[in-house]
């Protein structure tokens, strides 16, 4: 079965770190660019960062720039998004996505398989 599944989500303060996981079934990980997108309450849906099939990092939200980061491990067939002073507005359910090439993107529509999503919430 080709899936994604995100993990590592949960309830922190202001200015603490999280590491969200995207660990990929059924497919190998790396032959593809793979996305971390994100969705608040009553907003659409937001890229933040991809990583390319030759592991470039590709910012896709101005609002992650300095803070969160991407990164694989090819032999856990996994994506990571590293979080690091967090703030509220960074509260949504988190996804991440595989994009149909080896490119990234910020138009979701280029992404053809997403996961189930995991909740980050920041409090203040």
């Known amino acids: 079965q080709v899936v994604l599944i995100e993990s590592g989500g949960g309830l922190v303060q202001a200015g603490d770190s999280l590491r969200l996981s995207c660990a990929a079934s059924?497919?190998?990980?790396?032959?593809?660019?793979i996305g971390w997108f994100r969705q608040a309450p009553g907003e659409g849906r937001e890229g933040v960062l991809c990583i390319t099939q030759s592991n470039y990092q590709t910012v896709l939200a101005d609002s992650a720039k300095g803070r969160f980061t991407i990164s694989r491990d090819k032999g856990k067939n996994t994506v990571y998004l590293q979080m690091n002073s967090l703030k509220p507005e960074d509260t949504a359910i988190y996804y991440c996505?595989?994009?149909?090439?080896?490119?990234?993107?910020?138009?979701?529509?280029?992404?053809?398989?997403w996961g189930q999503g995991t909740q980050v919430t920041v409090a203040s």
């Open positions: 059924g497919f190998t990980s790396d032959y593809y660019a």
């Open positions: 996505a595989r994009a149909v090439g080896i490119e990234c993107s910020s138009d979701s529509s280029t992404y053809s398989l």
